[in-house]
């Protein structure tokens, strides 16, 4: 498997024979044999401080896969270059092309391509350096950059930058992504709700349907329902209006029936009646008016005796009046002819009894004073008073006893002075 044998002829002649893995035979000590390796090399190219095509001096390191082919034409231009030689001084062969390939290409490209792009990079120097490491019989399997750097940070400046540009894009994608999952959310919300909105339309339309079939179902029940109730109604109304019709006709035999026995018991109750209520009635009633009668007499008898007694009394009572109106005026004209036969002494002594009594009248509201005080300063006002009291006197006695004391001599005397002393 991983050594190719490259003998020279067996024998005789130069004929060359390649076995790949498996085995071969040669001559003991005729035949030359020699091995190369088959298995896959790993290289590190590197270039230092190599000038871009802007004058930027950057360090590449890459790793490559190589390997001998194993096509026998291919196989012999292998064999040719590096049969004798050891895996290092191989690897040291294809390390310097791949070097020099990879510094060529490095001034062709700026130093954002190679940094930015490093896979188109890697796949530049593969497909320029294929065909020189071919013609020795060996193929790249793979070629990748692994660092790029440089010394006067100019990739770390680029790198900011790309940083910023990166994180200023990933901002606006967030801000994007959000406003699209903003959208997008609102539009499926949007798009649920029609969808929502269209199930309960279509959940309430069945529901309706079904609230009004089971309508239409009970309207349809209660109807027969109801003919079936109005059908055994009627009927029965029926058997009900037969049965009151036999009873009616009970009813009016009845009535015929009870009609003859009450005409009979009226006759019964019309004798009874004149019997036991007319024949006493009518004698009670010729018994209340005899007493009717009687009591109308003996009202208008007593009527006529109550005013014959106060005719009566009327005509005694008047001539009681009479007799003592005649008793008083003849005593008054006997007392008048009395005074007339008095003399002046007899009057003046009638006159004095008669003063206490009328001092006495007079004196009745004085009796509660305790004091009287005549408030006066001048004795012709006091003797004014006094004389008006003299003069009222006589009008006094002659109201309470019928004497006018003015006719008297005494008096005409005594009231005379007195004028005479006031003037």
């Known amino acids: 498997g991983r050594s190719s044998l490259t003998p020279p002829a067996g024998g005789c002649g130069d004929t060359k024979t390649y076995v790949v893995g498996g085995w071969s035979w040669a001559w003991w000590l005729i035949s030359d044999i020699q091995r190369i390796t088959l298995e896959i090399m790993t290289l590190q190219p590197k270039c230092e401080d190599v000038e871009t095509a802007e004058g930027v001096a950057i360090t590449v390191t890459g790793v490559a896969q190589v390997k001998v082919m194993t096509d026998t034409e291919l196989l012999g231009y292998a064999c040719e270059q590096f049969l004798g030689k050891t895996v290092a001084e191989i690897k040291s062969v294809i390390l310097q092309t791949l070097e020099g390939h990879l510094r060529s290409i490095l001034g062709t490209l700026t130093v954002e391509q190679i940094y930015q792009d490093r896979d188109r990079f890697a796949t530049l120097v593969r497909e320029v350096a294929s065909p020189d490491v071919g013609r020795m019989g060996i193929e790249i399997l793979s070629f ?150 009687g009591q109308k007499m003996k009202k208008v008898l007593t009527s006529q005796a109550e005013a014959e007694k106060i005719r009566l009394i009327g005509e005694a009572e008047a001539g009681s009046i009479e007799a003592v109106g005649k008793a008083e005026a003849e005593k008054m004209r006997l007392k008048a002819a009395a005074y007339l036969q008095y003399g002046e002494a007899a009057q003046t002594a009638l006159v004095l009894e008669a003063l206490p009594k009328i001092a006495a009248k007079v004196a009745a509201p004085l009796a509660r004073t305790n004091e009287i005080i005549i408030m006066s300063g001048d004795n012709s006002r006091m003797n004014g008073e006094v004389t008006r009291l003299l003069a009222e006197l006589p009008v006094t006695v002659n109201a309470l006893t019928g004497v006018d004391m003015m006719k008297m001599p005494f008096l005409q005397q005594l009231t005379g002075h007195q004028s005479q002393s006031a003037i």
Not at 236 to 262: C, P, S, Y
Not at 264 to 269: A, D, G, L, N, W
Not at 271 to 282: D, G, N, Q
């Open 144 to 293: 990748t950059i692994k660092d790029v750097y440089d010394k006067v940070e100019y990739l770390s400046s680029l790198g900011k930058t790309q940083t910023a540009a990166v994180q200023r894009d990933a901002d606006i994608g967030v801000a994007e992504a959000e406003r699209d999952a903003g959208i997008k959310e609102a539009d499926c919300k949007r798009e649920m709700m029609d969808i929502k909105f269209l199930a309960d339309t279509k959940m309430a339309d069945s529901k309706r349907e079904l609230e009004m079939q089971k309508a239409s179902f009970n309207q349809e029940v209660n109807t027969k329902k109801a003919e079936a109730e109005l059908a055994y109604v009627l009927q029965a109304a029926k058997e009900q209006q037969k049965i009151r019709l036999e009873e009616i006709e009970i009813e009016v035999v009845q009535r015929k029936k009870q009609i003859t026995i009450e005409e009979k018991e009226i006759v019964r109750m019309d004798k009874e009646l004149i019997a036991t209520v007319k024949r006493p009635a009518e004698a009670e009633a010729y018994k209340i008016e005899q007493l009717a009668e």
